[in-house]
């Protein structure tokens, strides 16, 4: 089945440091990436769609200068949290969709999401 | 606009028991309604979605769900539990497949031996 990679699936910085996360769909092509915002024991939020080529759109609340959001590839997505404070500490995870026709394997679109393993950030 | 509202933040059954997470949706139009599961320190993994075809849908590891528009429900359950199905279970709704999901708040289920 589709895969979509994280990385790093664990990170620990300073307070002040900026933090990059990366979305990689690895079969498919995704013209659209979600990024996702989990507490611990919460649920996940939306923060922003990622769309290949354009401006990610924020969520309500969510500082778009905070969380700089990269797609510029079809098939890689970046969030970089800048000056990473302790209230940033979370697991934030990414998802796919698959947006084109037929992918690399030649497998037909479904439109479906993918989720990525997630990452969790620990900021000290 | 859409939500889902997952009775029951925590369930607990037997191993070998019924399991039946509930979950309600609503949404203005048609929804499309989705299960997922989450292992600790892992992304979600799709367990089954519905989108219009039929409303009882079979899912991976046994789970199902049943969509009933006259109750906005679309509770999972699986006949019997296993000691690996103790996870986080997330219901979510969205407008088409593949459109961004909006989740309800998730219930974890422990599964006793």
């Known amino acids: 089945g589709a895969v979509v990679s994280q990385h790093p699936s664990r990170v620990i910085c300073k307070s002040g440091t900026s933090v990059k996360i990366e979305c990689r769909s690895l079969?498919?092509?995704?013209?659209?990436m979600f990024w996702y915002r989990q507490f611990p024991k919460k649920s996940l939020m939306l923060m922003a769609t990622?769309?290949?080529?354009?401006?990610?759109?924020?969520e309500q609340g969510v500082e778009k200068d905070k969380f700089l959001i990269n797609h510029a590839s079809l098939t890689l997505s970046t969030l970089t949290v800048t000056s990473a404070h302790p209230e940033d500490s979370s697991f934030y995870i990414c998802?796919?969709?698959?947006?084109?026709?037929?992918?690399?394997?030649?497998?037909?679109?479904?439109?479906?999401?993918?989720f990525g393993e997630g990452s969790r950030l620990t900021v000290l | 606009a859409q939500s889902v509202t997952q009775l029951g933040s925590h369930v607990s059954v037997s191993e070998g028991a019924l399991v039946l997470l509930r979950c309600n949706y609503s949404?203005?139009?048609?929804?499309?309604l989705f299960w997922y599961v989450q292992y600790p320190n892992q992304g979600l993994q799709l367990l089954l979605k519905?989108?219009?075809?039929?409303?009882l849908v079979k899912g991976i590891n046994g789970f199902e769900a049943e969509f009933k528009k006259s109750e906005t429900s679309f509770h999972l359950t699986k006949p019997s539990a296993h000691m690996r199905d103790a996870a986080e279970y997330f219901c979510?709704?969205?407008?088409?497949?593949?459109?961004?999901?909006?989740f309800g708040e998730g219930t974890q289920l422990t599964v006793n031996p």
């Open positions: 998802s796919a969709r698959d947006g084109r026709d037929r992918g690399a394997s030649g497998r037909q679109n479904t439109g479906e999401l993918f």
């Open positions: 079969d498919f092509q995704a013209t659209t």
């Open positions: 990622s769309n290949e080529g354009s401006k990610a759109t924020y």
């Open positions: 949404s203005s139009v048609p929804p499309y």
């Open positions: 519905y989108t219009s075809a039929a409303t």
């Open positions: 979510a709704v969205s407008l088409t497949s593949g459109s961004r999901l909006t």
